[in-house]
């Protein structure tokens, strides 16, 4: 090796000997007879001092240094001089006295300051992200997610997992989202796919007899422009024969009890707390909740069902509810009220009315149109004192659930309302099988066509398949789905029975699932999996606010590489092998 010691290694035990470092020229600071240099590479940095009465030759290169410079120096370990020491560094108690040194790199200056913290812009930082890894708190966070990497293939080896790679080129199939194409040159007018998941190999490999299998896989979707997506994620990718529900959600909580613990010390004690999906939208608006804060959501329908504010009445003449959140000990300026109306209104809702609680009783435009028995009972309700803020809102339960949910988070994060830095972990369960797609007109899987039914809801598939419950679960880490996953369709005639409330028919079944199909009739066992996001795992521990922070390379959110300057045009002769012509 060029070195003996990283720059984070040394400390007052090794005072006294001869090391050699290498690294990048960090900060420089000239005294005059003395120039100090801290070097730096991933462990850390440790200063070094250039003594012109040591060597005047060595002096006089430091002078050229400057940031970014590749050197390779040695030196003998010294204590720092007293009242020197720097308590924020790991090296800070000691020095390298420098008495050899090779440039080994020369660097242009660099368009941005290497700082641990810096307000350089994401497009800057993406086109050089050679030189953003550069900094420790980006260098930390692949550190990071190195450490859930392995921790997961530990944990996994111990439950008798097998690691299987599946299959880059694939068969295009329908999962949800677009999938990315690739022609083929040997068979004409052909494409392989990227996977969007591994999803239908990996039930395969439990037709196979694997039994536990999981993977770090690649998967690919050509989504359009969505806020923290990337066209290329990775998902610790899980599945299992002989199990139910229960099996998988235990083995999974082991892993997030060990990645918790390594990452961030907190000791998890499953099992973890358990939502249905009617619940949580009905509680927190959302099926994904942020349980680290109150604001949950009360039914106030009963109550307001006879006021005489016309706008609920017909919005419960309607069939619709009237629901509202209590935000404790937080007196609104009028101008902040405005903007939450101007913001429920954007989220779907046709208004808010707000209700402040005073010893006086309410203090609103709306409190004139309400009993005082009604707002007795709001207050009940609401569990709400004097400097509560009381919100409402009305419409069909999915609207006024989801849109109040929205603002319950919309409000967490204005009013900084979490409070703690422990994650907050539950799975979310007993999902629909299907919805009803306004924009399609048609019913789509909520997951995707291979989710089982419940047993007890088969029967419903026929003529009711908007009752049908799905084996499905999700796991929720402060208010983000980091996984989902489900009991899997493992018969033949089910299987078919969904494709065809789905609208498949069984020719188009049979073009794009036909291997699937024919799988399940050679004895597939029950079987069941999930999918971890280990982006959005790793990005939700570290507290960061995008996935892209956790990513080596990311795309922008309009899928391009700033750095590479991906995707690109290729040359006319490429074209034509692939039997390709671009129009436009």
């Known amino acids: 090796m060029l070195r003996t010691h990283t720059c984070g290694e040394l400390r007052k035990k090794h005072i006294g000997k001869h090391v050699t470092l290498c690294g990048w020229i960090d900060t420089r600071r000239d005294h005059g007879n003395l120039i100090f240099l801290d070097v730096r590479d991933r462990w850390g940095k440790t200063q070094l001092v250039f003594d012109s009465e040591v060597s005047r030759q060595l002096h006089r290169d430091a002078e050229k240094l400057r940031p970014e410079f590749v050197i390779r120096v040695g030196g003998v370990v010294g204590k720092r001089p007293a009242g020197t020491a720097n308590p924020k560094l790991n090296t800070g108690e000691i020095e390298v006295r420098v008495n050899e040194m090779e440039v080994l790199n020369a660097s242009e200056t660099p368009p941005f300051e290497i700082l641990d913290e810096s307000n350089v812009s994401e497009e800057i930082r993406l086109k050089y992200r050679y030189l953003d890894l550069r900094r420790p708190s980006m260098l930390r966070r692949l550190e990071i997610r190195s ?42 007018g052909t494409f392989y796919a990227l996977p969007q998941s591994p999803q239908l190999f990996k039930q395969m490999l439990m037709v196979s007899g694997v039994d536990r299998y999981f993977q770090l896989a690649r998967c690919f979707r050509d989504e359009d422009l969505r806020a923290d997506r990337q066209p290329e994620h990775t998902q610790i990718d899980v599945e299992m024969s002989f199990v139910t529900e229960d099996d998988v959600i235990s083995v999974i909580e082991g892993l997030l009890v060990r990645v918790v613990k390594a990452v961030c010390g907190v000791s998890l004690k499953p099992p973890l707390q358990r939502l249905s999906y009617l619940d949580a939208v009905d509680r927190y608006g959302t099926d994904a909740p942020d349980i680290r804060f109150g604001l949950e959501l009360v039914d106030v329908t009963s109550i307001l069902e006879r006021c005489e504010l016309k706008i609920f009445r017909d919005v419960i003449a309607s069939k619709g509810m009237i629901k509202g959140i209590n935000v404790r000990g937080r007196d609104f300026s009028r101008q902040e009220l405005d903007g939450l109306i101007v913001k429920a209104k954007e989220l779907g809702a046709q208004g808010l009315a707000w209700l402040k609680v005073t010893t006086r009783g309410f203090e609103s435009p709306i409190a004139k149109f309400l009993a005082e028995s009604e707002q007795d009972e709001l207050r009940r309700a609401f569990c709400s004192e004097a400097g509560d803020t009381i919100f ?30 422990d994650p907050a972990l539950l799975w979310v369960v007993n999902f629909p099988l299907f919805e009803f797609s306004e924009a399609e007109k048609r019913l789509e899987s909520l997951h995707h066509p291979f989710t089982a039914p419940q047993d007890a809801d088969v029967g419903l598939l026929d003529k009711e398949p908007l009752r049908v419950r799905a084996r499905a679960y999700d796991i929720i880490l402060n208010g983000t789905e980091i996984g989902g996953g489900s009991i899997r369709i493992h018969r033949e005639e089910v299987q078919k029975k969904v494709f065809g409330v789905l609208g498949i028919s069984d020719q188009e079944a049979e073009e794009k699932f036909g291997f699937l199909l024919e799988a399940l ?18 990005a ?26 991906a995707p690109s045009k290729v040359y006319p002769e490429q074209l034509k092998e692939l039997f390709l012509q671009v129009k436009t």
């Open 392 to 421: 409402l809102l009305g419409g069909e339960w999915r609207t006024a659930s989801t849109v109040l949910g929205a603002l319950r988070s919309h409000l967490a994060k204005d009013l900084k309302l979490v409070k703690t830095k």
């Open 521 to 538: 009739r050679y004895g597939a066992p029950p079987h069941g999996g999930i999918a971890l996001g280990l982006d959005r795992l790793c």
């Open 147 to 188: 450490q859930v990497v392995q921790v997961a293939r530990e944990y996994f080896k111990e439950h008798d997992f097998i690691e299987v790679e599946t299959p880059i080129l694939t068969k295009s199939t329908p999962e949800g989202a677009r999938d990315f194409l690739v022609p083929s040159r040997l068979s004409q």
């Open 540 to 565: 939700n521990l570290l507290g960061v606010d995008t996935i892209r922070d956790v990513i080596a390379f990311p795309k922008t959110q309009k899928g391009t590489c700033l750095m590479t300057e």
